[in-house]
């Protein structure tokens, strides 16, 4: 047995859960590999040269006093595969239901857990990769009266206001605000866990803060329900445009409860149109907590960019609604004077065939906007989308694997294309496609969809890893689609 383990098992079996006094309000406690006094090692805990070194799947740090109202810095680093919770609020360290739980998970998308780096655990759950394997991070936690608020690298990833007289069922009973411990402890036997170092202040009465008036309504309601169980509230397609900025869409989200995928539009005509300004557009928002996405604009897309370009984004997405008829007439399909329509029928084969066409050949992950008809013929949607043509949409999404949007603005599909889409196991996204800084709403046709057409967290779209992207694999088509 090692020094480091005599030292740390003297200490566990000295120490063990014997709650001191804990630091005065305003002052601050710090932790790192020269001082432990106020915190407890427990299982395989080694205090290396970097840091403490949470070794296996039990490890775990434990403060040996209580706080409320605080202000937390943990620096820490993961290898590949780590996984790892940061609880507050715990009042018997020992049970892993007890208190907060911040999620530490720095993964790729589709590996290891769902919730990544800053998730409020199933209470404001986060989706979105904050920060990266073998890189120093930190992990803010602040608690202020009733309001909670997570920062990975000083960008906030998740706030919460918790209402008066909160209920909680089942297993998450534990996760109300209260004094308690902080806890640091492994989540999985993969990897390794570094903590370099953490601070803890308790805030005074006079930096506490007011408590904030949670929203508490039908929605929100629902919100809460699927952020218990963990289904991935994503908002996939979003614009910075009409005002509307980071930081605006961020509160927006801390509002409803989701969390927002960001694109750029991108093609002939649109503020993107080469690898250079696509690459100006993903470095402006490389560091916010958002997933990075590529809108698709037009057919003329795959002739603009490099795979390598497009492949620095979590996602990409197309919509059917701009493209060559018969004619030669390039129609966008929102614009009637830009509409042709000679024959009703013919007008729905065509569509259907050019959605064949891109799906197929375009390496997209989303079919935005889908089923989309211009304002002539949207009022017999449900007689021109039939049974048929729905099908021959979703074989070509199946087949290539992309994902059906359920877009909250135009409230498309019908709940009807939706329930036969999931029968058939194609996977979905959400996503609003707002024009300006006020229309972002609350997603209601996509929540009224979760209930119509029962979809569950496993029916959705989750980002590619790295290497597994389509335009990757695929590459670009050489001539354009439609
Ligand atoms: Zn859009």
Redesign the pocket.
């Known amino acids: 047995m090692s020094h480091t383990r005599i030292f740390t098992t003297i200490l566990i079996t000295l120490v063990f859960y014997a709650c001191q006094t804990g630091p005065r309000q305003g002052e601050v406690t710090k932790i790192d590999a020269s001082n432990i006094d106020k915190f407890c090692l427990q299982h395989d805990v080694e205090i290396t040269k970097d840091g403490l070194l949470l070794k296996n799947q039990s490890s775990s740090i434990t403060s040996q006093f209580n706080v409320r109202n605080f202000e937390l810095t943990a620096k820490l680093k993961t290898t590949q595969g780590a996984e790892g919770i940061l609880i507050f609020d715990a009042t018997d360290a020992a049970s892993n239901a007890d208190g907060y739980e911040v999620k530490i998970n720095n993964s790729d998308y589709r590996i290891g857990k769902l919730q990544k780096t800053g998730s409020l655990s199933r209470i404001r759950n986060n989706f979105v990769r904050t920060a990266t394997d073998n890189q120093w991070f930190t992990l803010g936690v602040n608690v202020t009266a009733n309001h909670i608020k997570v920062l990975v690298n000083d960008k906030t990833v998740c706030e919460y206001d918790e209402p008066a007289n909160v209920e909680r069922a089942g297993d998450i009973s534990g996760r109300v605000l209260r004094e308690g411990r902080i806890v640091i402890r492994r989540s999985n036997g993969i990897g390794e866990l570094l903590l370099g170092e953490m601070t803890i202040k308790p805030l005074t009465s006079e930096q506490k803060g007011q408590n904030s008036p949670a929203i508490q309504d039908s929605l929100t309601k629902i919100v809460d329900r699927l952020n218990d169980q963990e289904f991935p509230l994503i908002d996939f ?1 979003t ?1 910075l445009k009409g005002g509307l900025t980071i930081d605006q869409a961020y509160t927006h989200a801390h509002q409803i409860g989701c969390n927002y995928g960001v ?1 750029a ?1 991108c093609g002939l005509k649109f503020p993107v149109t080469n690898d250079s300004t696509l690459n100006v557009y993903y470095n402006s928002i490389s560091k916010e907590p958002v997933f990075k996405a590529m ?1 698709c604009e037009g057919r003329e897309w795959v002739t603009l960019f490099s795979p390598h370009a497009v492949a620095r984004f979590d996602y990409i997405f197309t919509d059917a609604m701009t493209w060559t008829d018969l004619k030669g007439r390039r129609m966008r399909l929102w614009i009637p004077e830009e509409t042709f329509i000679d024959n009703e029928q013919q007008f729905m084969d065509m569509l259907v065939s050019k959605i064949e066409a891109i799906l197929s050949q375009e390496p997209v992950d989303i079919h ?1 906007n889908p089923t989309y008809l211009p304002a002539k013929l949207a009022a017999d949607y449900d007689r021109l989308w039939t049974p048929e043509r729905m099908d021959r949409v979703i074989k070509v999404l199946k087949d290539n694997d992309v994902a059906l949007e359920i877009n909250a603005r135009f409230k498309i599909p019908s709940i009807t294309f939706i329930q036969r889409a999931k029968a058939a196991g194609v996977k979905f996204s959400f996503g609003t ?1 707002n024009g300006s800084n006020n229309d972002l709403g609350r997603m209601e046709y996509c929540l009224k969809a979760i209930r119509e057409a029962g979809l569950t967290g496993a029916d959705m779209f989750i980002p590619r890893p790295a290497n597994e992207k389509k335009v990757m694999k695929a590459g670009l088509p050489a001539k354009i689609t439609g």
């Open positions: 397609h614009h694109a539009n809108q935005a496609n």
